[in-house]
């Protein structure tokens, strides 16, 4: 009796490791995967464009005016965020409103990680590029609200920080860890390009065309197209794997 039950156990083990997804067999991911993922993280990186001149797209509307005018001088107030140690004077509320979203972006990789966990890491980040799209249209109409800003900056850096969690722990779990130093090193070039392109493409908005506007029109359709590319994009098909069952003793 003791035989059977070792053998259905076995057996049982035998089934569960020839249906481990492709990750379990710790190889490098196609070509063609790789590409694709690249190029969906350079699109997903519309965030950097914006961050970029955040501080100089609020000094172009005189942010600091606005938002002292409706009470929004105590943002500048928290030490480190607000507090200008080369001149030991309070910094600008432009400037901590750009600490600001620095903070929401360490809050944004443990928030939209943990909800990956839950919804599955494409529906993460669907939600987080669509949400990403939506804020890119939005914050050029609120010029003339502090508070608005505030909120807008705060959602660009929660949004921005969540891809930055799900995208290695996609990698890991589509392509296995053992090779995730070498796939994310390769995966990540799709974000550093766009660390070059978005910043010129707003620069060149900014001089062509005189304002920010054509920066945030961009980033909001490089966040729609990442968002349609997650929700398209297949998973590594699973590979059968056989291994030999030891007869039992």
Do not use: C
Request: glycine fraction near 10%.
């Amino acid at each position: 009796m003791k035989d059977k039950r070792s053998e259905s156990m076995n057996l049982d083990e035998a089934k569960r490791r020839r249906r481990l997804p492709a990750e379990a067999a710790w190889q490098l991911p196609s070509g063609e995967e790789l590409a694709e993922f690249a190029l969906r993280s350079g699109f997903m990186a519309s965030g950097l464009m914006v961050i970029s001149f955040a501080k100089n797209y609020l000094d172009s509307f005189q942010f600091n005016q606005i938002a002292r005018s409706q009470g929004l001088g105590w943002i500048n107030a928290i030490p480190v965020i607000g507090f200008n140690v080369f001149t030991s004077k309070a910094a600008e509320l432009s400037a901590a409103l750009v600490g600001w979203l620095s903070l929401w972006n360490a809050v944004g990789r443990m928030l939209i990680g943990w909800l990956s966990d839950r919804i599955g890491r494409r529906n993460a980040m669907v939600l987080d590029q669509g949400t990403t799209f939506v804020i890119m249209l939005l914050t050029p109409l609120f010029t003339g609200s502090a508070w608005m800003m505030l909120l807008m900056y705060l959602l660009i850096g929660l949004t921005y920080g969540g891809n930055l969690s799900v995208f290695p722990a996609t990698n890991a779990d589509w392509f296995g860890t053992k090779h995730v130093g070498v796939n994310y090193g390769i995966v990540f070039i799709g974000w550093g390009l766009a660390g070059v392109i978005g910043p010129l493409v707003g620069n060149f908005g900014v001089q062509a065309l005189g304002g920010y506007r054509t920066g945030f029109v961009f980033a909001a359709i490089l966040a729609v197209i990442a968002a349609f590319m997650s929700y398209s994009i297949k998973r590594p098909a699973v590979r059968e794997e056989v291994e030999q069952v030891p007869a039992p003793a």
